[in-house]
């Protein structure tokens, strides 16, 4: 089956402006997770889903970033006023399941550009 | 907090040789699991290789196996018969069995690079 997709691939967005970065998981993933990629570096956590639930968001940086699920299957990371250090890639990933022996689906991710 | 470090940056080896790349982890729980990813240069991460922390077995996958040194907090990958297709990013990365179940933390990763 089609695996995770995140549309846009690629959003140049000018300082000030707000950005929304769509993710859609495999289908029946209970579980859905979004990282933040900055160039040369490993991804870092920002927040986590089971169904439409939003069990942490200890990694976002800031109240100008906020995720939703509203029907536990597709998730979008909205970014408002877009600051220059918010340039990275966004990964999104899901799985089956909770917990920690399920595998984790990553999909290709959005590389966001604030000019 | 948990912290993954991986202190090779870039790594290069001779197609069909052996290496070995490090990583090292810091945590105060006991059980726990850890995980190899490859990220080739179109991003997509795919996950190599998983080892549960409590098994003393390393955990192999074909040409993939892993060195875990539960004491030591080390958990090195070992790539043998190299390919030109292993050529990426790989990442190594910690998750609890805890409450924060799924939450991954990764390491800054190593260039792999493949020499034919």
């Known amino acids: 089956g089609a695996g995770v997709s995140q549309s846009p691939r690629y959003k140049v967005a000018k300082r000030g402006q707000d950005v929304a970065l769509r993710c859609d998981p495999i289908?029946?993933?209970?579980?859905l997770f979004w990282y933040q990629q900055a160039l040369g570096q490993g991804p870092e956590f920002l927040t986590y889903?089971?169904?439409?639930?939003?069990?942490?968001k200890s990694g976002l940086p800031s109240d100008r970033f906020f995720a939703e699920r509203p029907e536990g299957s597709v998730s979008t990371l909205k970014i408002q006023r877009t600051q220059q250090e918010d340039s990275a890639v966004y990964l999104c990933a899901s799985s089956l399941g909770q917990g920690t022996r399920n595998e984790q689906y990553f999909g290709p991710g959005t590389r966001l550009t604030v000019t | 907090a948990q912290t993954v470090t991986q202190s090779q940056p870039e790594m290069s080896v001779q197609e069909a040789e052996t290496v070995t790349l490090s990583c090292t982890y810091d945590t105060s729980e006991s059980d726990y699991y850890l995980f190899w990813y490859k990220q080739p240069p179109s991003r997509q991460m795919i996950l190599v290789i998983r080892q549960e922390a409590y098994k003393q077995q390393n955990a192999t996958e074909n040409r993939f196996s892993v060195n875990f040194q539960k004491a030591a907090k080390s958990f090195s990958l070992k790539i043998s018969d190299s390919q030109l297709g292993d050529a990426a990013m790989y990442f190594c990365a910690y998750r609890d069995t805890g409450t924060n179940a799924g939450k991954s933390t990764f390491g800054d990763g190593t260039t792999l690079t493949v020499k034919p």
């Open positions: 889903f089971q169904n439409e639930a939003q069990l942490d």
């Open positions: 289908s029946g993933h209970v579980s």
